[in-house]
């Protein structure tokens, strides 16, 4: 379903949103939307400190995804006449620059940046998992579930980045 359309749908639910359900609701979304912008940072840092080219297109495509999810939840939280939280405000660092003080440790090897960028990808699942745990609306349930479908099909891919390391140990 286009996000636009997901949107819509959104605004003009019947009703059995009040206040309070909305302002959780929001809260819900700000938080992904924080996941999101701590995801992008965290692959893009990885795309950046990464020697393997092939690690560093897929790092900066995942950037770019979930800058895309970041968007679809901002507006989302827009619609929903909430005020999309800056990340930093909201629920505090979650994962944002993990990459620097654990590079820093471990020698910023590609084996130990693939292993931080799965880590990530997993605590970004688990909240999305916990989530879907909420009442929702049909419209937004669907959004979310894509989203963490996403998450899921980028987590495999990342786990396959560690497999070779993984077999020769």
């Known amino acids: 379903m286009a996000t ?3 949107l ?6 019947p009703g059995k949103h009040t206040a309070q359900t ?3 609701l929001i809260d819900l979304l ?3 939307n924080d996941t999101c912008a701590d995801c992008a940072y965290g692959f893009a840092t990885c795309a950046d400190h990464s020697n393997v080219s092939g ?7 995942r950037a770019q995804e979930h ?4 968007a679809q939840l901002h507006a989302l939280v827009l619609r929903l006449g909430g005020i999309p939280v800056p990340s930093a405000l909201n629920h505090g660092l979650l994962h944002r620059g993990w990459v620097a003080p654990y590079g820093t440790l471990c020698g910023l090897r590609d084996q130990s940046i693939a292993a931080e960028c799965e880590r990530g990808e997993s605590q970004a699942c688990e909240r999305y998992q916990q989530a879907l745990q909420h009442d929702l609306s049909t419209s937004v349930r669907v959004l979310i579930e894509r989203q963490m479908q996403d ?3 980028s987590l495999q891919q990342i786990r396959m980045l560690g497999e070779p390391q993984r077999i020769a140990a």
Not at 8 to 13: G, I, T, W
Not at 55 to 61: A, V
Not at 67 to 70: F, G, L, N, V
């Open 22 to 24: 909305d302002t959780v």
């Open 67 to 70: 800058r895309a999810a970041q």
């Open 4 to 6: 636009n359309q997901v």
């Open 151 to 153: 998450l899921h099909a």
């Open 55 to 61: 690690h560093r297109t897929l790092f900066r495509k």
């Open 8 to 13: 819509q749908e959104v605004q003009s639910a």
């Open 30 to 32: 700000n938080g992904l």
